[in-house]
């Protein structure tokens, strides 16, 4: 069996060789040179995220499409295979041991020195490379495998700095005297000599050397020479003496070492590329024509990211074209986070402190204004990937502003619920202090941006703006009645009686707030109890929703957002409303349009999200989606059980062998995946055992409370009135509180207890 297994790859590899080769071969040599602006260009975003230690995968309007976890795959190293195999025979090896893997998931790898060829296979099967290295080792041949650790953490690093240092050569100096050699070392040190506008290296002077040595002679029996380093390649004895423009420093005698070695940049980028390209495909190589400095400077970006680590092994490789000199490879982490533009400018002097400490760390940030009208991308790169996190949760931050505080309380006022007078006074206040200041209405939070030294002088001016301002505004709660009134264009009767920003239409609380004297609640009050029905009618005709209206608070768009179907919102209304998706959603997670009053049938897109939204909120909503998912499958995943860890891992069966115990990869504690408690080695029902007391206390408690748990997610439910149709608020599964048994629809349990237990009514 095992002389059949090499047999057969020997062959495999052989034909695929010969029909690889099998007409003549035409290289076509091209520039190594890509533009720069492909370089920057960023690429599609696939939708894939790393939340709370899973690769998370959306579709194109942000429902779930898969969740990977590191568990979930294994990944094996093959190695003693021949060294002209190809993927093909690697995967159908794999078959013939009963493992069915893509070719997409092998990668070969090879090595001259010594020769070597070895293969990285990953699969979906936590159990793939232990069983597969088991296999192997029963063959008794020279094909074996070892399992290789999955890293649980993503990053965004395609991109690879290449360098190599420039040809160079030495060149030696003679000298008749040891104050003019002296002089001429310490000018050369210093920088005021150089060679070709380049500074080199000098070396001390030597003198008295023996006969035969460079540069003695009858006439000069004593020689001092001054030795030149790291002068460029091309240089020659006039670019040497040429350098030495003061003509009573000028040598006696110049003598050339050869040239470290004669290949020209582009020839050695081409043999760079050709290394790369041997652990992945690349997107793009950028060499270009000239480089400052001692060393040849090149980029490349890989289309997968794992193709770039696996380059860098690189890294002090040493190679033949350089005369055995080395290259130097550095993988670069980068982030790209995108802010309002309003907000950059505002807090642009901290970026800019902040950008001076990044430098410090070597990183270097890019600032890209309104490269998408409306925001701002920020760039930062660096070798250090903790290095660049650290600057992209700063960034976050400042985009998500500073609540401005009393003391411990936020600052607010009811009146800042509508654009009246308090909210004017406000704007002018950012204006005078050349910061911004927005507010959030849900959360009754104002949000600064700006520099901190203005921090304290916009509370001052701010809480003493407000003091004038009253604390309570009018509310009217809305009947059926009168709220579809104001569907249909009785706001619009508001707004023509009371005026612009007096008047706050909320549509999800079906509620009126008015912010202004008692004489305008009054007249709003009036207008909503239907006052001259026929003017209300005629207005609410001529009045529908106009183009510039926001469909959330019905005023006119501020910092309007148009979307594909034509509604314009406001941008913090717009935002709100993307944000509480989840929430609203009665089935699975989308992001519907809120235009003709709330009929509109569009669906937004996750791109369409991506170009209105700043980076932070665009990343909050793909993680409220992924919450609320986890929500609807209990079954599926759990929360490490670890207080602040927010890491997920997979649910499993119960055993009663041993405990299914999972390590978390962020707080390195341990927790049992069936049973969701920490117990060591004890099975569940061990567990269980020895806890049944306190557990057995808690059930009566609950049953005489009348609590039930959600027999899905576990969730405590307590049922004080209404009929036995129920909503799990955990995961919103639908429940008979009779039976408790579980539906996807509320249509669906009325059937069943109808059917079940005579009506829906009856038990308390």
């Known amino acids: 069996m095992a002389a059949l297994l090499l047999k057969y790859l020997k062959t495999f590899a052989q034909q695929s060789l010969a029909s690889f080769f099998g007409s003549p071969v035409v290289v076509e040599m091209t520039h190594v040179r890509t533009s720069m602006s492909q370089m920057e260009k960023e690429g599609e975003d696939d939708f894939t995220r790393d939340l709370s230690g899973a690769l998370v995968s959306f579709n194109d309007i942000g429902q779930i499409r898969r969740v990977s976890l590191p568990t979930d795959f294994s990944r094996a190293c093959i190695t003693g295979l021949p060294p002209t195999i190809q993927s093909e025979a690697v995967v159908q090896m794999l078959l013939g041991f009963g493992f069915n893997i893509d070719i997409e998931c092998v990668r070969i790898s090879r090595s001259t020195a010594p020769p070597k060829t070895k293969a990285l296979v990953k699969a979906e099967n936590p159990s793939f490379a232990k069983e597969l290295s088991d296999k192997l080792k029963q063959q008794k041949t020279e094909v074996s495998a070892v399992p290789l650790p999955i890293d649980s953490r993503r990053s965004n690093c395609r991109k690879v700095y290449i360098s190599w240092h420039k040809a160079t050569r030495r060149f030696w100096l003679n000298f008749g005297s040891s104050d003019i050699a002296n002089r ?5 040190a210093k920088g005021h000599y ?3 506008g380049q500074s080199v290296t000098c070396s001390g002077v030597k003198g008295g050397a023996p006969r035969g040595a460079r540069g003695r002679t009858l006439h000069n029996p004593v020689a001092w020479t001054v030795t030149l380093c790291d002068v460029p390649g091309d240089a020659t004895n006039k670019d040497v003496q040429d350098g030495i423009y003061t003509p009573y420093d000028r040598p006696r005698h110049i003598e050339p070492s ?23 495909r690349l997107e793009s190589f950028d060499l270009p024509p000239t480089s400052k400095g001692r060393r040849v400077k090149a980029v490349a970006w890989f289309e997968d990211e794992a193709d770039a680590i696996s380059a860098c092994s690189l890294n002090k490789k040493q190679i033949s074209i350089l005369q055995q000199g080395k290259l130097t490879l550095t993988l670069v982490q980068s982030v ?11 807090s642009k002097s901290r970026i800019e402190e902040e950008m001076k400490i990044w430098a410090g760390h070597h990183l270097t940030s890019r600032v890209y204004v309104n490269t998408v009208p409306g925001f701002t991308a920020i760039k930062v790169e660096g070798a250090n990937a903790n290095d660049v996190v650290r600057a992209r949760k700063v960034l976050d931050e400042i985009s998500q502003g500073v609540i401005l505080r009393d003391g411990e309380n936020p600052i607010w006022a009811s009146a800042l619920e509508t654009n009246g007078s308090a909210y004017m006074k406000v704007k002018v206040i950012e204006k005078e202090l050349g910061v911004l200041i927005r507010r959030d209405k849900s959360k009754c939070h104002l949000y600064f941006y700006g520099p901190f030294a203005k921090y304290q002088q916009a509370i001052a001016h701010i809480r003493e703006a407000l003091k004038d301002e009253s604390s309570l505004s009018s509310h009217i709660d809305l009947s059926p009645e009168q709220f579809s009134r104001m569907i249909r264009g009785g706001f619009k009767s508001v707004e023509q009686a009371l005026g612009r920003n007096v008047a706050v239409f909320d549509v999800i609380s079906k509620r009126l707030t008015v912010g202004g004297t008692r004489q305008q609640y009054d007249m709003a009050l009036a207008v909503v109890n239907g006052a001259d029905a026929v003017e209300i009618r005629d207005v609410a005709a001529s009045h529908s929703l106009i183009e510039g209206d926001c469909p959330i608070c019905f005023c006119e768009a501020e910092n309007p957002v148009q979307t594909s179907c034509k509604h314009t919102y406001c941008l913090e209304c717009f935002e709100d409303s993307c944000k509480s998706a989840a929430s609203t959603s009665k089935n699975d997670f989308q992001v519907k349009c809120q235009g003709n009053g709330g009929t509109c049938s569009t669906i937004f897109t996750l791109q369409e999200l991506k170009e209105r939204l700043s980076s932070s909120v665009f990343e909050s909503v793909l993680r409220s989606s992924f919450e609320e998912y986890l929500q609807r499958h209990p ?15 997979r649910c499993t069966a119960a055993s009663n062998l041993r405990s299914p115990a999972c390590r978390c990869p962020n707080c390195l504690e341990s927790v049992c995946t069936s049973c ?3 117990h060591d080695d004890l099975t569940c029902a061990q567990y269980k055992d020895i806890a049944s007391g306190g557990y057995e206390a808690l059930e009566r408690l609950k049953k005489k409370l009348n609590i039930k748990d959600c027999p899905k997610c576990t969730t405590p439910i307590e049922k004080t009135d209404g009929c036995n149709h129920i909503t799990c608020r955990g995961c919103k599964a639908h429940l008979c509180w009779v039976c408790m048994a ?19 009514g009856g038990v308390p």
Do not use: W
């Open 184 to 188: 001429v070392a310490q000018k050369f």
């Open 336 to 346: 790209k986070v995108k802010i309002q533009t309003p907000v950059y400018f505002a």
């Open 742 to 760: 579980v539906f996807n629809d509320g249509p669906s349990c009325y059937a069943h207890m109808s059917e079940a237990h005579g009506g829906h």
């Open 194 to 196: 150089k060679v070709l």
């Open 635 to 649: 079954e599926a995943f759990h929360y490490c059980s670890t207080p602040d860890c927010d890491y997920v891992y």
């Open 258 to 280: 050869p040239v470290s070695y004669y290949a020209s940049d582009t020839q050695v980028g081409f043999e760079v590329r050709s290394l790369l390209e041997e652990h992945g």
């Open 676 to 678: 969701h408690a920490r």
